[in-house]
Every structure is written in C-alpha cells, then in structure tokens.
C-alpha cells in the first residue's frame, strides 16, 4: 500500500502565499503523475495541477501563473508552490498519485486534504 500525507495549508490574507507538500510512503515501486485537486463547500473535487515522473506539467486555467507544481523523486514528495491567492483558492487541496506498489501493483492514491482559507 501507498499513503499520502498532506501539509502546509493554513490561513491566508489575498494577495499572499502557501507552499503545500505531500510525501508518499509504503512499499513503493516507482511514482508515475503526482497532482493536486481541490475541492470548495458544494463544488465537486477538480485538478489543480499535475505533474509526470519526467517532469511535465499541466495545470488549470484559474491558477496558471500563480501556481507552480514540482516533485522530489528521491524524496517521494510534491509540491504546491501558491502564490498571489483570491478568495476563490479557498478549499480543501487533495494529493493524489499514481504508483506501483509491492503488494496491490498500479493503483491510484489519495490524501487526507489540507484546507486551504484565503480570507482577509
């Protein structure tokens, strides 16, 4: 199995920053894409940003230019770099990796979530 352990979300004035992280843990085989979705009171779960084992990425229009996915692959880690968040940013962010595992092979892998507050 692979567990995903979310950090960094918090409060935040607009205008400012939050860097979240997510570092898999289990019996891991190799990482494939690593990505972010969010999910606001009401409004179904959408992709953030997205992230391949090469480094590729793709991320969606509302936060194109404020925000920045990266991955440590030695570490097992990505990140969420936000910067200059609205109001609307607010949600709980979600983890999410596609990984190949000892024990179950493929599978897909959530975390817990962070909320994320942009609020003045």
């Known amino acids: 199995q692979v567990q995903l352990v979310e950090s960094g979300g918090g409060l935040v004035q607009p205008g400012g920053s939050l860097r979240l992280s997510c570092a898999a843990s289990?019996?891991?085989?190799?990482?494939?894409?690593m990505a972010w979705y969010r999910q606001a009171p009401g409004k179904e779960r959408d992709l953030v940003a997205m992230?391949?084992?090469?480094?590729?990425?793709n991320y969606a229009d509302s936060v194109k230019g404020r925000f920045t996915i990266s991955r440590d692959n030695a570490k097992n880690t990505v990140y969420l770099q936000m910067n200059s968040l609205k109001p609307e940013d607010t949600a709980v962010y979600y983890c999410?990796?596609?990984?190949?595992?000892?024990?179950?092979?493929?599978?897909?892998?959530w975390g817990q979530g962070t909320q994320v507050t942009v609020s003045s």
């Open positions: 992230i391949t084992s090469g480094g590729r990425t």
């Open positions: 289990g019996s891991i085989i190799r990482i494939n894409a």
């Open positions: 999410n990796a596609e990984a190949v595992s000892l024990l179950v092979g493929t599978g897909d892998y």
